[in-house]
Structure formats: structure tokens, C-alpha cells
């Protein structure tokens, strides 16, 4: 077994009453291969904004047993600056941080 790099523990987010996911629970392990399937609006999205601490649970537990590790999220949405080269897009993260 890989290191565990963070659990999420029957956690419920969202945003005001509304709540997805609910009673969550995953250990994430460094190495593995990790896809979240479902319908839009299941709460994929809002796992990941879990994950990246960008929201905080409504209830529930998320630890970082080792810290926290650098993590990035790369969106759906063709977000790039269209002038500036792909290196230096991806750059940009480090220059605002």
C-alpha cells in the first residue's frame, strides 16, 4: 500500500442548504489513479474544492496525514491566455502565489 496522502471522511459540503456530496468518504494514496464519475451536479467538482481546501465541509473530516500536499486543479474550461506561450501559462500559478 502507497502513502496516504489525504482522507476525506464522511464529509458533506456545499454551498447553503443545498449539500453535495453527502457522506462522503476516500482515501486518496500517492500513485493511484483516481476518476470522479457522475451526473452533473453530484458534487465532483465540489470534492475537488474540498480537496484543494478552496471549501471547507459542512461536517465531516478531511486530513492530510503528511501535511498538505501541492496540489493543482486544471478546469474543463479552455482558461489559457491566448498570449502567452503554453509555459509560461502554466507558470503563471507561481508568479501569483
Known sequence: MGTLLARLDRVHAGYGPRRVPTGFSIDIIKG??????????AGKSTVLRV????????????DFPNGRPRTGVVGQEPLLLAWLAVAENTRLGQRFR
Open 32 to 41: 493511484e489513479q483516481l476518476a470522479l464519475l457522475g451526473p452533473s451536479g
Open 51 to 62: 480537496l484543494t481546501e478552496q471549501l471547507r465541509p459542512q461536517s465531516g473530516q478531511l
